[in-house]
């Protein structure tokens, strides 16, 4: 290895230390008592847009010591389902944060949520439920955007993203596998036999030391990402420097851009 050149953190205590850094570097950003300016260079306020990209990268980060203590406890699986919904929201932030066209689709995401949770109330056969059907309809008129499909599906947001698309979204599924009940669960309770022995069942799942790594990497990653969101809306970039170094420390793209696809379809929007 060439002198002055650190390893890449591969490990659950690098991933540990690297991503209490970045959580101690986030408190003092947005703690400080002062009050917060957002912005960004040569575009109008969005303030629909910028809070939610500060909502996201928030709540990115308030999960994150709950899902590092679940790790440090030996919860690694049990913590996936924190760590999805971290990586979830980072991208979002990130995506938020660079697409001007978002945040009305984003608001349409919550109007579609609400008409459909209201017609799965009208159906139920508890009363209480059926009778509140209206209440989570309101008003679902839709704003105009032309990202709504990115807004709502996952994988074709990961897909407005470069370095992004395909890969970002396995990313997501192989967070889900640990996110659902699914047989990738079952398998961590189950010791099999050597074909003639029946398997043995387990209270505790195993290869936990396996995963614990794999968590900590997209725990770090959630963080970097989550940051790098804000810093987009903030004319100081002031934790530009920080979140590149741990973005270079694991092997990820720190900056994650829309495409040009997607660019060109919300500059035909307007």
Known sequence: M??????RVTDFEGFKALA??????????????DEVKLGQRGKKVDL??????????NHVH????????????????????LIRAMYEGALTAVWLAQNTDAAAAFVNRETDSR??????????????????????????????????????????????????????????RLLSRYSHAAPEIVDRYVML??????????????DVAEIRGLGGFYLTSSLVWAGAATDYIDPNRQRRSETRRAAKAI?????????????RRTRKKR
């Not at 209490?20 to 008592?33: I, P, S, V």
């Not at 308030?62 to 389902?81: N, T």
């Open 62 to 81: 308030r999960l994150g010591p709950p899902a590092m203590r679940m790790m440090e406890d030996g919860l690694a699986i049990e913590s996936f389902p």
């Open 193 to 206: 036999g050597d074909g003639e022995s029946p398997p043995t069942l387990r209270t505790v799942p195993n």
């Open 48 to 57: 629909a847009r910028f809070i939610s990209v500060w909502g996201l990268s």
């Open 2 to 7: 060439a002198a002055g050149i650190a390893p």
């Open 115 to 172: 008409a459909a949770l209201a017609d799965t109330l009208a159906k139920a056969q508890e009363p209480w439920f059926r009778d509140r059907a209206d209440d989570f309809r309101g008003d679902l008129t839709k704003m105009d955007s032309a990202s709504n499909a990115q807004a709502k599906h996952f994988e074709q947001l990961c897909n407005d993203l470069n370095p992004g698309g395909a890969d970002a979204y396995v990313h997501y």
């Open 20 to 33: 209490l850094e970045l959580l101690d570097g986030w408190d003092a950003y947005a703690n400080t008592g």
């Open 251 to 263: 092997g990820i793209p720190r900056d994650l851009h829309l495409t040009a696809a997607a660019i």
